[in-house]
């Protein structure tokens, strides 16, 4: 069992500007814990390149603390622990030898709540995490990615005359699209979405979901949802999570999203889907 050091603060190395093809992310026999609090039990899942995992299951299940180990973000409370191995195209990102900044730079996140720099612009917010990772690239070069990540996350129309304007300019649902396009820029291999939709109306949901299916031969995508709609429609692959009263969760089933709504192997994938719990 790993029990993580917070005390460390890295430096972002700098890397090439080339971008990056999506990557297969294996966990395999993945436990995690807060403290003596078991809350993750030998989870084995395959998240394939370039297609969209859904992660599904009743709230306290372990979903979104699974997504966070999956790029090293679980180390970041203090307390916290984990067993086995995260595996980015075979190689264990949890080896001694890896550092946990290299992780999430190809592993990037999208959270809950949109959380773009308020009072800086929306150029100056898609190139945000290029500056941390210390590239350095030519203006033409920067104006290029600046365009082509507003245009993978469905922004690009609706902004390319304002690049100046300060990200809370945006509603809501650009604002979650404008933070896609953030972490698209950094040239990820592997985008976490941790519910990006649960504080969005239909129709800010709507492009948001076009955008997940319109990215996601540009990266490999793996969601967090409560909406089993929006699992349907965005991912390719489902995981049900679910934990037993004072249990750790664990998987259930998983596999191609319409065996797991349409065919499900387990009675309690069944009831879950169809809204009979959760």
């Known amino acids: 069992m790993t029990t993580f050091d917070t005390s460390v603060t890295e430096q972002l190395p700098a890397v090439p500007v080339s971008a990056f093809k999506p990557a297969a992310l294996v966990a395999e026999s993945v436990n995690a814990w807060f403290g003596t609090h078991h809350v993750l039990a030998d989870v084995d899942l395959t998240m394939a390149a370039g297609e969209v995992t859904a992660l599904i299951g009743p ?11 999956l790029n090293r973000m679980h180390e970041l409370v203090p307390g916290s622990s984990l067993s086995g191995r995260i595996l980015l195209d075979g190689e264990d990102i949890y080896d001694p030898a890896r550092r946990p900044i ?12 949109a959380n773009p720099f308020p ?11 290029m ?11 920067t104006d290029a990615l600046v365009e082509h990540s507003l245009r993978s996350a469905g922004l690009w129309e609706e902004v390319k005359n304002r690049l100046e304007a300060p990200g809370s300019s945006l509603s809501g649902g650009q604002q979650q699209r404008l933070c896609i396009a953030r972490a698209l820029a950094v040239r990820p291999d592997v985008l976490l979405m941790d519910e990006p939709c649960s504080a969005l109306d239909p129709t800010s949901t709507r492009r948001v979901e076009e955008t997940i299916r319109a990215i996601a031969g540009e990266v490999t995508v793996v969601i967090v949802t409560h909406n089993m709609q929006q699992a349907r429609r965005v991912s390719d692959h489902c995981a049900f999570f679910l934990a037993a009263q004072g249990q750790p969760g664990h998987i259930v089933e998983q596999g191609r999203t319409e065996d797991i709504f349409e065919r499900p192997r387990d009675a309690r994938t069944e009831d879950y889907v169809n809204g009979r719990f959760g």
């Open 131 to 141: 500056k941390l990772t210390g590239r350095k690239i030519t203006k033409a070069e």
């Open 59 to 69: 709230s306290g299940c372990g979903k979104s603390t699974f997504l966070r180990t």
């Open 119 to 129: 009072t800086m612009s929306l150029y100056d917010n898609v190139v945000a995490g």
């Open 102 to 113: 290299e992780s999430r730079r190809r592993i990037g996140m999208v959270f809950q709540k």
